[in-house]
C-alpha cells in the first residue's frame, strides 16, 4: 500500500459550479481540492494531487496526518 492509499478520495457532482469537484478530506480540509468537466478526469487530478501533497509532507519530514475520514458504510467483498 501506498502511503496516499489511506486517505478518502471523493469526487462529486457540484450544480451551483456545473463540474465534478474532488475532495480529500483529510489533507485538504477546506474543500474541494480540484475541479473538472468528467468525474474521471476530477477523480486523476485528485490522486495526483494527494500523491503529490504525501509527498512533500514526506520530504519536508512532516508527519503525515491521521486519516480519520472513513466512508459511511464498508464495502462488504461478494
Known amino acids: 500500500m ?3 492509499d489511506q486517505y478518502l ?3 462529486r ?3 451551483a459550479d456545473g463540474v465534478y469537484v ?3 478530506p483529510d489533507l485538504f480540509p477546506w474543500g474541494g481540492a ?3 468537466g ?3 478526469e476530477a ?3 485528485l490522486c495526483a494531487l494527494v500523491a503529490e501533497e504525501v ?3 514526506l520530504r519536508e519530514g512532516k508527519p503525515l496526518p491521521t486519516p480519520t475520514v472513513r466512508p459511511m458504510r464498508e464495502a462488504l467483498v461478494a
Open 2 to 4: 501506498k502511503a496516499q
Open 9 to 11: 478520495k471523493f469526487v
Open 13 to 15: 457532482w457540484e450544480e
Open 22 to 24: 474532488g475532495y480529500c
Open 34 to 36: 480540484c475541479h473538472a
Open 38 to 40: 468528467t468525474e474521471q
Open 43 to 45: 477523480y486523476r487530478e
Open 55 to 57: 509527498e512533500d509532507l
